[in-house]
Every structure is written in structure tokens, then in C-alpha cells.
């Protein structure tokens, strides 16, 4: 039996219940992009990067000399004041950056962030037995190297088929795009949640 559209619904429900989801999904860009055009998450990733552009653009001149005097002080302390101080630097330092998201708070808002705190939703629901009426055996990350290098949640189910909720592409929480995985992967199809009303065939087949 492929996905319901009540099978579907049931899903998304649990995620747009959850505070945590609703935060780091849910976008003021999301009313002004229309959810079937499917952009609305690359439109804020977009904004980022020009919300990073003029640390970028001081990081060219501060990264170097930043890095350049931290490893001077340790040469110096090291070597004439004690020899366990300074401690020597790990790493390379790096200017501030507004969205960096190598900080967890900013990756949460990003494709990666959103598809581990979903997949972490929909499985506690699955353990939770929440889901069990819909069928869904277990949730995980899911990537893509197809075009641009994205990321989702698979949904697995009952009867060994898979699909790919998307709700980065909508930053809407109870209206993401739904994908057959393999239209995903192939950056084809996919319906949002409004639109979806379930699939007919067997298609749907899980990867190996």
C-alpha cells in the first residue's frame, strides 16, 4: 500500500506539534514564497550568506593576522615566559560570523538542523506507539549530492516503502513538500502536504 494522504497528515502533525520544530522551521519567508515553488528554505540560506558577506569580507585581513599574532604570543610565551603558557592554539581562528553554521543554534536552521530534529520527533512518536496507526516503522537523515547537496527526512514504512518529507524546502511545519526517495534524490516531483493526495502505485520502493 503506498503513503495516504492521511498517513502523511499524521506524520506532519506530530512534527508541528513539537515547540522545538515549529521555532526552527517556521518562516516569516514562508509568507511571501509560495510552498509549492519549494524555495523558501534556499531563500533564507541565501539570506545568510549575505548576513555573513562583511565578516567575510573582514575575515579576509583579520583571519590571517588574528592567527598570525596567537601564534606569535604562544612562540613567545612558550619560549621566554613558561613553558606551559600560553597553551598552544588548536585550530584556526576565525572571525565572527553572524549565521555561522558551525554553531548548532544557526544549524538548526538550516536543512541539515531541521532533518535531525524531525527525524528525532517522528521517531520518538514512532517509539511512543503515536504513529503506529499510520504505519511508519522509523525515520533518519537523509542527503542528496544531486544538484545542489541537500538534506531531508526519510520516513519508512509498514509495507517496505520510503518516502521524503521536506520541510526545509516549505519552512512551513504543516505544509512540507512529500517525495517518492527517489524523485528526491533525483530532484524531481514532490508535492507539498495541501496538494498531496496520496499515492496509487507501488513505486515508492525503498532504497538498498
Not at 526545509?168 to 498531496?196: I, Q, R, S
Request: proline share 5%.
Amino acid at each position: 500500500m503506498a503513503l495516504t494522504k492521511e498517513q502523511a497528515q499524521k506524520i506532519t502533525d506530530v512534527v508541528a506539534a513539537d515547540e522545538r520544530c515549529v521555532k526552527h522551521i517556521d518562516s516569516t519567508f514562508a509568507a511571501f514564497i509560495p510552498d509549492t515553488i519549494g524555495f523558501a528554505g534556499g531563500t533564507r540560506n541565501f539570506a545568510m550568506v549575505l548576513g555573513n558577506l562583511p565578516s567575510d569580507v573582514v575575515g579576509l585581513i583579520a583571519d590571517p593576522v588574528g592567527n598570525l599574532v596567537r601564534e606569535g604570543a604562544y612562540y613567545v610565551g612558550h619560549n621566554y615566559v613558561h613553558p606551559y603558557l600560553p597553551s598552544e592554539p588548536q585550530g584556526r581562528w576565525k572571525f565572527w560570523r553572524p549565521f555561522d553554521n558551525a554553531d548548532p543554534e544557526i544549524e538548526a536552521y538550516i536543512c541539515i538542523g531541521i532533518a535531525n530534529l524531525t527525524v528525532e520527533v517522528i521517531n520518538a512518536a514512532i517509539k511512543s506507539g503515536v504513529l503506529k496507526e499510520a504505519g511508519v516503522t522509523q525515520a533518519e537523515f537523509c542527503d542528496r549530492a544531486t544538484g545542489i547537496a541537500h538534506a531531508a527526512t526519510r520516513v519508512k514504512m509498514e509495507d517496505e516503502t520510503d518516502y521524503v518529507f521536506d520541510w526545509h524546502c516549505t519552512l512551513n511545519v504543516k505544509n512540507p513538500m512529500v517525495y517518492k526517495t527517489e524523485d528526491w534524490h533525483n530532484c524531481t516531483g514532490g508535492e507539498t502536504l495541501a496538494n498531496f493526495e496520496g499515492y496509487t502505485d507501488e513505486k515508492a520502493k525503498p532504497e538498498r
